[in-house]
């Protein structure tokens, strides 16, 4: 879309069909919001329901109601909408900046010395090979294009997974967001990670569950059970019935993901591992890496000079790489159960403390707050309980 208003010649390829399902929470920050509004999004559809905060809860009696803040640069206010919705709209819009979208059409590179030469298109039974100047990698956690280019996955930093699925609820026109921070297994053990409950205002909402790789039984983790679980955990007022059959994704964050970088190409999105590991959070950093790829893709054209795409790694390190340093070492430390449960309880019972976690689990501190200070003590706060936890306990 960037690349298109700028005047570029763009084509966008997708394998599936708008409006086409993506396993999601559906949840949109302020964050989102703005890229959307720039984007020209159409906020009034039916489909798109405006929430007001986050409500988050552990156990019975801790509970809280957080405002989205108010924000120099960001909105104070965020939305759910399907992404069968959310993605078919957007592409619209992309198609009205003038990108051609071609749709049932598989893309896959052919690799010279690093460049992309070529790439074979595949719609039915028909491939062709197109030439295009520069490429923006852009499909998702799984990456098969990425690969393909010699991207991989740091196995020393967190992943995720998660699964959703939708309910009706009579609580559906809720206007908050509501997150569960205390999650068990079947066990009744701590898992670090957490539920959801996101409002859709259409009589269903989204009910998920999250999970990071970071503690020890990470790998014999069962997304049915965890669903059953924080299912029958909820609170009544949502009165869940009705489920569709859950499905379950992973989550490539923290800037797990890399080379960026190529001769002629650019990797965006979960496709680069841009996921947050605060929240769990992927669609504002897919637009806005999007968005950061096209511009550096739209300097190196103007200057005949593709050495320039590699701007793009410099920039998301200036924008990205503290903070996500950060969410490395808070996921680290509550891989550690008992971590996990003090900060959830100590946090929940402090309505500053929560406004601030909210703040930077959501990315909305303001500039002189991200250079107050308070930012790093935090991180060297952070620190010293992961040093002081038992090392044993996690596989990093
Ligand atoms: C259960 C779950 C809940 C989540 N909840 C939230 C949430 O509430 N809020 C949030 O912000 N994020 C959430 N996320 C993360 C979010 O879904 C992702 O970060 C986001 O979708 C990333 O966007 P993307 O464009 O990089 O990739 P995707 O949305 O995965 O899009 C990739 C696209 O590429 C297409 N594609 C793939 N390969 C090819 C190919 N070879 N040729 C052509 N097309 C191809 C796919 O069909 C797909 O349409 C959640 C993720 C999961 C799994």
């Avoid at 939305?79 to 992309?94: E, P, S």
């Avoid at 739209?298 to 410099?314: F, I, M, N, P, W």
């Avoid at 790489?321 to 959830?344: C, E, H, N, W």
Wanted: hydrophobic share 40%; net charge negative; glycine share 10%.
């Amino acid at each position: 879309m960037w690349l298109a208003r700028d005047g570029h010649d763009v084509t966008m390829v997708e394998k599936k069909e708008y409006p086409r399902e993506k396993t999601c929470g559906d949840g949109l920050t302020p964050r989102a919001i703005l890229q959307l509004q720039d984007m020209g999004f159409d906020f009034d559809v039916p489909e798109f329901h405006t929430v007001r905060g986050l409500r988050s809860y552990a156990g019975q009696d801790l509970k809280l109601e957080l405002e989205w803040p108010e924000h120099t640069r960001f909105p104070n206010w965020g939305g759910i909408i399907r992404r069968k919705d959310l993605d078919a709209q957007v592409a619209k819009l992309a198609e009205k900046e003038g990108v051609t979208i071609r749709q049932h059409t598989s893309a896959a590179p052919v690799v010279e010395g690093g460049r992309v030469a070529a790439v074979e298109l595949s719609e039915g039974d028909g491939t062709e090979l197109v030439e295009p100047d520069y490429v923006v990698v852009a499909d998702g956690s799984l990456s098969r294009f990425g690969r393909a280019l010699g991207t991989h996955r740091r196995r020393d930093y967190p992943m995720g997974l998660a699964a959703r699925g939708y309910f009706d609820s009579p609580l559906s026109d809720d206007d908050f967001m509501e997150s569960q921070l205390d999650i068990r297994d079947a066990n009744g053990n701590a898992m670090p990670g957490y539920g959801w409950i996101f409002p859709l205002g259409d009589g269903t909402v989204n009910v998920g569950v999250g999970l990071l790789s970071t503690f020890k039984q990470w790998k014999d983790v069962n997304t049915s059970d965890m669903m059953a679980a924080y299912v029958e955990s909820s609170p009544d007022y949502w009165d869940l019935s009705n489920p569709t059959p859950h499905r379950g994704g992973k989550l490539s964050m923290a800037l797990s993901v890399g080379p960026r970088v190529g001769p002629n190409w650019l990797v965006v999105g979960d496709a680069a591992g841009t996921i947050n590991p605060w929240n769990g959070e992927g669609i504002s950093y897919a637009y806005e890496t999007g968005r950061i790829a096209a511009g550096v893709i739209g300097e190196a054209k103007g200057a005949g000079d593709s050495t320039l795409l590699h701007r793009y790694d410099q920039i998301l390190d200036d924008e990205y790489a503290d903070y996500y340093r950060f969410a490395r070492l808070f996921v680290k430390a509550i891989g550690y159960p008992s971590v996990m449960q003090t900060l959830t309880h100590v946090g929940l019972r402090s309505k500053p403390l929560m406004e601030w976690v909210l703040k930077v689990m959501a990315n909305l501190l303001e500039e002189d707050e991200q250079e107050s200070g308070v930012s790093e003590a935090a991180y060297r706060a952070l620190e010293a309980v992961v040093r002081r936890a038992p090392t044993s306990v996690v596989e990093l």
